[in-house]
């Protein structure tokens, strides 16, 4: 199984992130756009692993320290990757000290479980579209210096309190990624 731990978003959330992507593909001449039941801020990507029970336990014992209330999800800033066969457009999100502990201390966790990660810094954002290709007009206009591309979409304002973490499974069907929810702990009220 392919596994990641994630927040996912309430329906308000979703909606925001769909008008940004509706803009985007307004702007664009091709790209691959995440679906809305795909939208979603992942924490720490696992990878291949017949473990979800170990990553489980792991998350539980976090939430008992890093979790102990909900936490503020904000929208942020559009921005761009440059890429070949075209540009990841993505959707930034705040990245709060209770955001970054939870993320570090996941990953910590699940290193020290024996879980092979990434050591990656948390740059927390949402991917919005892959391989975008914007309208030549467009592209020229938003041009940096380096050759890629500034943002061209605006990010509608949206916030949301997460009270939980899921840990998910992904899995490619017909073409297309489909991510299920195996498990999801919720913060921890009871230290409040």
Not at 13 to 33: F, S, W
Not at 54 to 77: G, Y
């Amino acid at each position: 199984m392919r596994l990641f731990v994630a927040i996912n978003f309430t329906e308000e959330m979703k909606d925001a992130l769909c008008e940004t992507i509706a803009d985007l593909r307004d702007a664009a001449r091709r790209g691959r756009y995440t679906a809305r039941e795909n939208l979603h801020l992942t924490l720490v990507f696992i990878g291949e692993t017949n473990r979800a029970d170990d990553a489980l336990a792991v998350m539980e014992d976090v939430a008992t320290e890093a979790f102990p209330e909900p936490i503020l999800i904000s929208l942020s800033e559009a921005g761009v990757f440059g890429g070949k066969g075209g540009d990841l457009h993505w959707v930034g999100v705040e990245n709060t000290p209770a955001l970054k502990t939870l993320a570090d201390r996941l990953a910590a966790g699940l290193r020290a479980e024996g879980f092979a990660m990434e050591k990656r810094r948390f740059t927390p954002h949402i991917t919005i579209g892959r391989e975008v290709v914007l309208d030549r007009a467009i592209s020229q206009r938003g041009e940096r210096s380096e050759g890629v591309p500034d943002a061209v979409i605006r990010v509608r304002p949206a916030r949301m309190q997460a009270d939980r973490i899921s840990l998910m499974r992904s899995d490619r069907v017909h073409g297309r990624m489909v991510y299920t929810e195996i498990g999801s702990v919720y913060c921890d009220h009871e230290r409040n």
